[in-house]
């Protein structure tokens, strides 16, 4: 558990370790807004990032904690990335540590991050909720260029929260060290049309291309 203060008092939260052997690096990795930690594209991202040498941290936003479906205000999930920060820092000791969301998780750690509240080696975003569906001009990227850390942006072509793409790129590149990783065809959830490929299966994918940007950006300390 994870205790995590808010303004009505403190809460716990549920959180999951995924062990590697031989880590160089720990991941902390943030569920989306409708679904929680133990959904199949995670469990898969989660066992891939472990089998990889990077043990992982999934944990449980106070909200859905709480039994409900709705996010609670940005505030409260900034304030639990800090909290969900120093467990990870603890358990990292030592190793970089990287914040990681699918979709509303993500957006919450960009925001963590460019207020200062956590200070990860990178960042990476499983499916960024660039603005709502068919409303780009209600676009969530004006935080984004306050980071100093890498940014890594999976993203699916067909991502309904993401056209135009030129969007995206163009938030891309206003911040200070980002890229893109396209999925051809790739919907919010990576899930592509005629791809008959498991939650899991896409899961595991995603955080496959996730490490071979991470190899090159974040460097295990020299022993």
Do not use: N
């Amino acid at each position: 558990m994870i205790t995590v203060a808010l303004p009505a008092g403190p809460v716990e939260i549920d959180d999951r370790v995924d062990d590697a052997d031989d880590a160089w690096a720990v991941v902390a990795l943030a569920h989306g807004a409708g679904a929680g930690m133990d959904h199949p594209f995670l469990s898969g991202a989660a066992a891939a990032f472990a089998g990889a040498g990077v043990t992982t941290v999934r944990f449980t936003f106070p909200y859905l904690q709480a039994g409900r479906r709705m996010p609670g205000p940005a505030a409260h999930a900034i304030e639990t990335w800090a909290a969900v920060a120093d467990r990870v820092s603890e358990l990292a000791a030592g190793l970089p540590w990287v914040a990681a969301g699918k979709s509303y998780g993500g957006r919450m750690a960009s925001m963590a991050a460019a207020e200062g509240r956590i200070d990860p080696a990178a960042l990476v975003y499983l499916g960024y909720p660039l603005h709502p569906p068919g409303r780009p001009e209600k676009a969530r990227t004006v935080h984004l260029p306050a980071i100093s850390a890498p940014q890594l942006f999976l993203a699916g072509t067909a991502d309904p929260f993401l056209q135009p793409l030129s969007d995206l790129e163009a938030a891309v590149d206003a911040c200070q060290d980002a890229e893109i990783v396209w999925t051809e065809g790739g919907g919010h959830s990576f899930e592509v049309k005629g791809a008959r490929r498991t939650p899991e299966e896409v899961g595991a994918d995603v955080a496959r291309s996730a490490l071979l940007w991470l190899r090159t950006r974040v460097q295990r300390p020299a022993a």
